[in-house]
Nanobody, 120 residues
Framework: VQLQASGGGLVQPGGSLRLSCAAS????????TRWYRQAPGKQREFVAI???????MYTDSVKGRFTISKDNAKNTAWLQMDNLRPEDTAVYLC???????????????WGQGTLVTVSS
């Protein structure tokens, strides 16, 4: 199983980006997908999560600006980021709990990260 994060780039303050987290390989079920971010010189920070049932949660600093969603058929989750601020600049990483079959244990996977830079 692999997770591929993509969609980062350079955007001006107030702009938008949509990040993707695509899972590939032997996948039976995805329990959750989470987004984290890590700014230079700072600790990794939780951003958002979506569960298999569609429940979502966000860190306070992105509430009302970021939206996490998923498509089970595509094994893909997205993070729509609107009204971006310079303090949103970071490497964004996705993380998912996946099992390869009905009888497998849940495994925790990480994508490689995608850089988001918010600057004028």
């Amino acid at each position: 199983v692999q997770l591929q994060a993509s969609g980062g780039g350079l955007v001006q303050p107030g702009g938008s980006l949509r990040l993707s987290c695509a899972a590939s390989g032997s996948i039976f079920d995805i329990n959750f997908t989470r987004w984290y971010r890590q700014a230079p010189g700072k600790q990794r920070e939780f951003v958002a999560i979506i569960t298999s049932g569609g429940t979502t949660m966000y860190t306070d600093s992105v509430k009302g600006r970021f939206t996490i969603s998923k498509d089970n058929a595509k094994n893909t989750a997205w993070l729509q980021m609107d009204n971006l601020r310079p303090e949103d600049t970071a490497v964004y990483l996705c993380n998912a709990g996946i099992r390869g079959s009905r009888y497998s244990s849940w495994e925790n996977y990480w994508g490689q990260g995608t850089l988001v830079t918010v600057s004028s």
